[in-house]
DNA sequence: CCCTGATTCGC
DNA sequence: GCGAATCAGG
């Protein structure tokens, strides 16, 4: 596998969006956990909350690494490595990020999924190849009874339906002033009797048929 | 043990 | 540039 634009670019997404480097490997597919931090590092891309840089050290003990061909020459047994302890001084004082912050990563106006329209109900379309990342979990908001519209104050909204009352609609669903007849039934038919005469048409002899009526949500919006 | 990211270094 | 090996902390 080779790291294609599409591969970087999902990498960086899923990188900045607090995935792990292993849930960004399985996600790709084809590369190790390993692979993907390199890649990363390689692109400049890090500054992560590592678990294993809690403590900050200037000095790189990390050296003795794996020498599989020849050892490097050895001048001699002769050790000049004072290591002078300068500056052990730093115990609990500075502390910039204590380690796990718990803030709670600011948002980041940047890098949001782009915004292509708007649904009705107010979803919102995105475009392809962007993917939702982990969402923080909404704050707990105080519910209060939806009080409905003045529009469709005194008109038959889908809780109102019943056995009873006209079911045809009027308008058309997502629109605010979508809503449902409400007359009293035709008995034995789920619309009044005006409505059964749109909803039910008479069979006529083959030749002498007409174009039906409008539907219900079938045809185009007529106001 | 598992997990995590960081780093090194042969290829 | 790539990534396995390794390190080091949780």
């Excluded at 003795?64 to 115990?91: D, L, M």
């Excluded at 919102?124 to 104050?153: M, N, T, Y």
């Amino acid at each position: 596998m080779s790291w294609t634009d599409e591969r970087i670019e999902k990498l960086t997404k899923m990188w900045e969006g607090g995935a792990t480097a292993s849930q960004i490997a399985e996600e790709l597919g084809g590369v190790s956990r390993n692979a993907v931090i390199g890649k990363a590092h390689r692109l400049g891309l890090k500054a992560r909350p590592s678990p294993v840089k809690a403590n900050e050290k200037p000095a790189r003990p990390a050296a003795p690494k794996k020498a599989k061909p020849a050892a490097v020459a050895q001048p001699g047994p002769s050790e000049a490595k004072p290591e002078a302890p300068a500056a052990k001084a730093a115990p609990s004082s500075f502390s910039p990020e204590p380690a796990s912050a718990p803030k709670p990563a600011v948002e980041k106006t940047a890098e949001r999924p782009r915004i292509v329209s708007v649904g009705p109900g107010g979803f919102l379309r995105q475009g392809p190849g962007d993917q939702q990342q982990p969402i923080p979990p909404a704050p707990p908001r105080r519910l209060v009874p939806a009080k409905p519209s003045p529009e469709i104050a005194d008109k038959t909204s889908l809780l109102d339906l019943n056995d009873r009352i006209c079911r045809w609609p009027m308008g058309h669903p997502g629109e605010p002033d979508f809503h449902f007849c409400g007359e009293k039934v035709n008995p034995g038919f789920p619309y009044c009797v005006e409505h059964c005469g749109r909803a039910y048409q008479a069979q006529l002899p083959r030749g002498a048929r007409r174009p039906p009526p409008p539907l219900p949500f079938g045809g185009p919006r007529v106001r």
